[in-house]
T-cell receptor, first 117, second 116 residues
Framework: NAGVMQNPRHLVRRRGQEARLRCSPM?????VYWYRQLPEEGLKFMVY????????ESGMPKERFSAEFPKEGPSILRIQQVVRGDSAAYFC???????????????FGDGTRLSIL | AQSVAQPEDQVNVAEGNPLTVKCTYS??????LFWYVQYPNRGLQFLLK??????LVKGSYGFEAEFNKSQTSFHLKKPSALVSDSALYFC??????????????FGKGNQVVVIP
């Protein structure tokens, strides 16, 4: 039973380029959360998506960042015109449909480590 | 907003001794609390959760946590630490007031070092 799959594991970009991070949730999971972990810090929530819908993007920077979770395929976190401050580990987590449950633990991928030169 | 605090940066413990990692919370309403562990270059692994019920929650790998409402704490414990328990531990709280949105707010994490 495959877990949450993220790729690439490591991504290097130069300033001004675009970064695309992909996340395939666990089988049967329809909810995806993205978090960012800066060095020496805990994880910060970025965005919560369900299939074809952005539910909560309150943690997303206002510019350059976008996310999608299409009907088919993985969820994508896209960062345009990257800057040095975007260097971080980006984690995706998935959970099954909540059906009103508020206690579903999230299952995390191994992350994408983004380095900006 | 809901939040958790992990007051210590690093916890050092000798192998075989009891391990405690501290977490306090600040919430409005009922707290939904979680502990996760992170090994180097890996994602977070779920250890245990508190929703309602018994204040002592048992989780994976021999870990347990005690929910204390009067002290607003949710400390993680293990009776006898192993060298393989050396990792980064995160306390988290469900952060959104909206039904169905289970986003988490994390503490800054505690590095646990178990000394052989």
């Amino acid at each position: 039973n495959a877990g949450v799959m993220q790729n690439p594991r490591h991504l290097v970009r130069r300033r001004g380029q675009e970064a695309r991070l992909r996340c395939s949730p666990m089988k049967g999971h329809s909810h995806v959360y993205w978090y960012r972990q800066l060095p020496e810090e805990g994880l910060k929530f970025m965005v919560y998506l369900q299939k074809e819908n952005i539910i909560d993007e309150s943690g997303m920077p206002k510019e350059r960042f976008s996310a999608e979770f299409p009907k088919e395929g993985p969820s994508i976190l896209r960062i345009q015109q990257v800057v040095r401050g975007d260097s971080a580990a980006y984690f995706c987590a998935s959970s099954p449909t909540t059906r009103g449950k508020r206690d579903q633990p999230q299952h995390f991928g191994d992350g994408t480590r983004l380095s900006i030169l | 907003a809901q939040s958790v605090a992990q007051p210590e940066d690093q916890v050092n413990v000798a192998e075989g001794n009891p391990l405690t990692v501290k977490c306090t919370y600040s919430v409005s309403g009922n707290p939904y609390l979680f502990w996760y562990v992170q090994y180097p270059n890996r994602g977070l692994q779920f250890l245990l959760k508190y929703i309602t019920g018994d204040n002592l929650v048992k989780g994976s790998y021999g870990f347990e946590a005690e929910f204390n409402k009067s002290q607003t704490s949710f400390h993680l414990k293990k009776p006898s630490a192993l060298v393989s328990d050396s990792a980064l531990y995160f306390c988290a709280v469900r952060d959104s007031p909206l039904w169905g949105n289970n986003r988490l707010a994390f503490g800054k994490g505690n590095q646990v070092v178990v000394i052989p």
